[in-house]
T-cell receptor, first 111, second 116 residues
Framework: TQLLEQSPQFLSIQEGENLTVYCNSS?????LQWYRQEPGEGPVLLVT?????EVKKLKRLTFQFGDARKDSSLHITAAQPGDTGLYLC???????????FGAGTRLFVKA | NAGVMQNPRHLVRRRGQEARLRCSPM?????VYWYRQLPEEGLKFMVY????????ESGMPKERFSAEFPKEGPSILRIQQVVRGDSAAYFC??????????????FGSGTRLTVV
């Protein structure tokens, strides 16, 4: 059974601070995605990484896929209150049909 | 350019009743996925469907749960004889092609089922 573990589970920081969220597994994934979910809404896709070692930037967010395609990280620079939310990593199994999700990191950025 | 539409947003059912959750995928998307989310948890895969076909239902309980995606109309997730443990948020996602690698998933806003 493929599992994705996210850490930390909860993070509360001040506006302007930097943070990194981790997503780890013992399994290899064909791709890995990061989503952000706000209360009462569905997850919104932020990025998909496919190649081992790949780095993608989305404004103040930097996503990295591990060389072995088993782990990923999300780094936020100068966090803002608008970054508050639940960040979910999700991995596609090698067949590509099913995506499994981690339990998420709940981020709270204080003004 | 509507996204994935789920209805109802909130559904209250008494124990033993049936719950029907509907999902209309994005225009042009023929692949539908259902997930369940409990409070403070991630999303658990339930079922993956294409038009008129169930491709993978490995995450769906064998009893009381069923899903369909007919040729015409929305995808339906049906829960018969609901129990309190079925209370959760149910999310539907769609994609234009197979798997998320090249296409990504678009999620609906979910249906929050409460069993009383």
């Amino acid at each position: 059974t493929q599992l994705l573990e996210q850490s930390p589970q909860f993070l509360s920081i001040q506006e302007g601070e930097n943070l990194t969220v981790y997503c780890n597994s013992s399994s290899v994934f064909s791709s890995l995605q990061w989503y952000r979910q706000e209360p009462g809404e569905g997850p919104v896709l932020l990025v998909t990484v496919v190649t081992g070692g790949e780095v993608k930037k989305l404004k103040r967010l930097t996503f990295q896929f591990g060389d072995a395609r088993k782990d990923s990280s999300l780094h936020i620079t100068a966090a803002q209150p608008g970054d508050t939310g639940l960040y979910l990593c999700a991995g596609a199994d090698t067949g590509g049909f099913k995506t499994i999700f981690g339990a998420g990191t709940r981020l709270f950025v204080k003004a | 350019n509507a996204g994935v539409m789920q209805n109802p947003r909130h559904l209250v059912r008494r124990r033993g009743q049936e719950a029907r959750l509907r999902c209309s995928p994005m225009k042009g998307h023929s692949h539908v996925y259902w997930y369940r989310q409990l409070p403070e948890e991630g999303l658990k895969f339930m079922v993956y469907l294409q038009k008129e076909n169930i491709i993978d239902e490995s995450g769906m309980p064998k009893e009381r749960f069923s899903a369909e995606f007919p040729k015409e109309g929305p995808s339906i997730l049906r829960i018969q004889q609901v129990v309190r443990g079925d209370s959760a948020a149910y999310f539907c996602a769609s994609s234009p092609g197979v798997g998320p690698t090249n296409y990504g998933y678009t999620f609906g806003s979910g249906t929050r089922l409460t069993v009383v």
